[in-house]
């Protein structure tokens, strides 16, 4: 399979939102409606006098982002020229930003309409708020905890860690708190710190909200849950309202579902769904097929269920639904990349659009850049753009043998794609056939089976005479297998 698809064996873990509860820059995020204020203006100062007087990139940053949001752009030229510079050591984001600022609107690509949620301008505008809110209120976890999400946002981890730790240090024992900083960790690839704070808070111990992560992590972390028994326990005694166990019962559920017991899983997520958050959703319907689910109309339906709308979708087939719905949850859960995934996946599979693949795969870059997944998927981007040499130097930041083993038969069969592409037919063919015989692929037949008829699909666009018993392998391996993937390559092999 030449793109990645995102972990199906996807754990609950908690959301990473704004709080909601302070005047953070998550309203101008999540909410993007939140209007400019006096303290706007201050700040909007203060980060100018900080640009001259240090010629910083992340002050020019900030600047440039509360310049567009005050629409006083016009006084942000001098910075602007300097970020702009193509010899100045900045990031593509800042760049783009820069370029909106001198309004050289034409060298900006093309964004799909709901990316102007995460628009990178109101995330720059947002850390100087919180900053210059924190100069005057600096013991409010909460704004600490919304400064974290944003820096996460985009990538720049090592300041969200220190803002993350400040507002544990404040309250360690907020649920709130707790739940970002889990995420976080998680996020970092830390699932041992997260899970080890999570069980030392002693607010974990008789709060549902806390234990559903404690029980999810320590099963990615593949390491003891130290409150799996007293969360079985309590949810016998039912002490707690449905919607406070939702997601405790979610967690519960894909534990039993993996560990195959079915039955118990089944009846865990029909609990969880009696008055469910959007994650239990989103996790119910990941585990429909397996535990033979279904998710009432209404759970779908609701304005936040993004994820389980694509996942739902991507099992019927819809793939533009899929995409449509990726979009919205990119916007809703910008530090997860998951979205992101999914949406280069679905581009990819149903539409070879490779331009839609770039832009979720360099959106979620902003927030994992070096993200082995994203630079596979945004290497067949720019394949299916006719941008080759890109799709080579991008590949080429990968190193094969350091990569998960579920990403290797992808990075396999994209290096397939690319010689294909350049006229290399007998190395391609090579390639695609180490990912069809990867022990991965081996061992998820679903795997297997996508590299073999994007092999298939090569060969075809080639024209070459091994076509028909290509063909016809992929058929007789696939004949008994049932899931939309298959379906939408087929659809789109070129006519012979």
Known sequence: MSVT????????????QSS???IAAG?????????PDKLDDVHFEERKREWEETLSLEVGAELLGSAIVLNRTKEVETAARAIADAKSDTT????????????ATKELPKLNVVQTQLDKARIYAGISRLRGRLQE???????????????TIIGQNEKAKRSIKIALYLTPEDRFVLRCAARFFVHIERADRALSLLQRAQATKQDPWLMAPEIAIAHVADLPSKTMRLARKELKRKIWSPRNRSELEGALGTFFLEGGSTGQARQMFH???EDPTENAIAQAQWAAE????????????LPTAHEARALHYRITGKWDRVIENCWQWAGYEPTSIRSMLMGSYAAAIAFEDGRTIIQFSSLGRDTEPHNTTLLNNLAVGFAYTGELEKAWETLGQVIVEEAPDLAQPALYATTGLLLFRTGDIEQGRAFYERAIAHPYSQKDSRVRAVALWHLVREEAHAK?????LVFSRAQQATEKMKFPEIEAIRSRLPKR
């Open 5 to 16: 698809q995102p972990d199906k064996n996807r754990r609950l873990l908690p959301r990473w």
């Open 20 to 22: 909601r509860r302070s």
């Open 27 to 35: 309203e101008l995020i999540s909410v993007g409606r939140a209007e």
């Open 92 to 103: 593509l984001t800042l760049r783009e930003m820069a370029l909106r600022v001198l309004g």
């Open 137 to 151: 209120y600096p013991r409010s976890a909460l704004e600490w905890v919304d400064l974290a999400r944003l820096y």
């Open 271 to 273: 609990n969880s769904l």
């Open 290 to 301: 397996r535990a033979q689910l279904e998710i009432a109309e209404k759970y779908l339906k």
């Open 464 to 468: 070459t005479k091994e076509f028909p």
